[in-house]
């Protein structure tokens, strides 16, 4: 019910309808609407970067803790450390190992810049031990012209087969084993 004046000063008067006609706002209580408390990381690798800035929700008990174990599987760090800009890379960020949150509590909407140690390749390491062995063999053979009486007497394997194969093969098995232990758990062996 608006009047001539009311509509050239913009005012609208109130209205006489009935309120049971008008929509309700009623919230249902029991529905609770409650804040994730959550933190900012800005996320280094060996102190280069920040590579990532996201949030984070805390999880825990309190709500204060950290979810480390996710941020090490999706960025592929072995480790991860408290970092800061001006003097660097701090102590590393400790985790309950059941649950993979850090150890200490952090407050809702902090800044907390992190510093991750990538986890070794699988190459590098086994590059480094045939090239060792392969330099080693080279130099045995050409400091000893004929195999030693000693190795061909023991003939193990009834043929002429060399012991730095056998050698190499021990150390490569050794080290793919230790490397590769989750990976053949997530297959089932």
Not at 20 to 38: A, I
Not at 75 to 97: C, D, E, L, M
Request: proline fraction near 7%.
């Amino acid at each position: 019910m608006e009047t001539e004046n009311s509509k050239e000063t913009g005012e609208i008067e109130a209205s006489t309808q009935d309120p049971r006609n008008e929509p309700k706002s009623d919230p249902n209580p029991r529905t609770v609407k409650t804040k994730v408390p959550e933190v900012e990381i800005r996320l280094y690798r060996r102190g280069k970067g920040p590579i990532d800035v996201f949030k984070s929700s805390l999880g825990g008990w309190d709500q204060d803790q950290l979810e480390v174990r996710e941020i090490l599987e999706k960025y592929g760090f072995k480790s991860i450390y408290a970092f800061n800009t001006q003097s660097g890379r701090g102590v590393p960020i400790r985790f309950h190992p059941r649950n993979g949150r850090s150890m200490i509590g952090y407050r809702d909407g902090s800044v907390v810049h992190i510093d991750g140690e990538p986890k070794d390749s699988l190459i590098k390491p086994i590059t480094k031990i045939l090239v060792g062995i392969a330099v080693t063999t080279l130099l045995i053979a050409l400091v000893v012209k004929d195999t030693p009486e000693w190795i061909k007497k023991l003939n193990i394997f009834g043929g002429d087969f060399p012991p730095w194969v056998l050698a190499c093969i021990v150390i490569v098995f050794t080290r793919m084993r230790k490397r590769t232990r989750d990976f053949l758990k997530k297959l089932g062996w």
